[in-house]
């Protein structure tokens, strides 16, 4: 009798204890569970808001260059501190609608206007984010303006390590650093601007957003008129065509300069935007 009182208590013993490691298990694998939640739901939350404020500053930025003044004469600057009051100013789209009427095409005195106002809003994010800013219709773009920042190969030019150029090199003429990133007209800088044409037909730009990544975007509609008649009356002679305006920016990313090429680009003197 007592050694079956000794084994009934051995039983309850290892019931007890194997209730318990059940229970341990249990609860260890519910407290991984929740913080593995906890972590994943802080970085979502995290990436939500990093995404909002990027949208937030990109619709902003959109809003300021489109509804800014800028001088009739892009060889000119609007100097707030020291304003010149004989100084043509107009609303930047009305200049943009008014040159695009004639021939549905846009000046290089505009497309400089356009980019100088870009880059101006877009300087506190451009030394560190690429960015394009686009005017299309249904047939073309009218203005496909493109801030880039430059790579330079390290060692074997198909070695895929690559380095920003914004390290190795600079902005500054006077820097020692400045020729280290030679082009065949010249040393390159940290950044370039480009005024680009590709083909609404095919799918560069598509190619473009999948090669960089995540890029954030916000785009408008606008109303351009083009004259039909050598009158050029306004009320008679035009039709309304409705146009796509677009801004997207994206963290600064090294591609080939074979697939910048499929855009159709063309390097800009920065002296003349910046």
């Known amino acids: ?23 341990l298990v249990i609860i260890s694998g519910l407290t991984g569970f929740l ?12 990436d939500q808001v990093t995404r909002n ?51 549905a095409n846009l000046t290089f005195n505009t497309k ?25 219709t249904a047939q ?12 330079k190969l390290e060692g074997d030019p198909n070695d895929p390590d690559r380095f920003q ?7 500054d003429p006077t820097s020692p650093t400045y020729n280290n990133c030679p082009t065949p007209n010249g040393p390159r800088g940290a950044h370039s601007m480009y005024f680009c044409d590709p083909l609404i037909t095919d799918n560069s730009v ?25 009158s050029f009356l306004l009320s008679v002679d035009s039709e309304t065509i409705r146009a796509g305006v677009t801004l997207a920016t994206w963290v600064a990313t090294s591609i080939p300069d074979a697939e910048w090429q499929t855009l159709d680009c063309v390097e800009q003197d920065l002296a003349g935007i910046v």
């Open 206 to 230: 598509q190619k473009l957003f999948l090669r960089v990544g995540t890029a954030t975007q916000a785009q408008a509609l606008i109303n351009m008129v083009q004259f039909t008649n050598n």
């Open 53 to 103: 404020d990027s949208f937030e500053f990109v619709s902003s930025a959109l809003k300021t260059i489109m509804y800014q003044s800028v001088p009739r004469d892009s060889g000119q600057i609007i100097d707030p501190q020291n304003p010149d009051y004989d100084q043509e100013i107009d609303y930047l789209m009305a200049i943009v609608k008014e040159d695009y009427a004639d021939d």
């Open 35 to 46: 913080l593995l939640f906890a972590s994943s739901y802080g970085k979502g939350v995290s």
């Open 1 to 23: 009798m007592v050694k079956f009182h000794a084994r009934r208590k051995d039983n309850h013993a290892q019931a007890a204890v194997t209730d318990a490691l059940f229970l």
């Open 140 to 151: 073309k773009y009218v203005l496909f303006a493109l801030w880039r920042t430059n790579f």
């Open 165 to 171: 150029n914004s390290v190795a090199c600079s902005d």
């Open 112 to 136: 400089r206007n356009l980019a100088r106002s870009v880059y101006t809003v877009m300087k506190p994010v451009g030394d560190t984010h690429d960015y394009l800013f686009a005017i299309n």
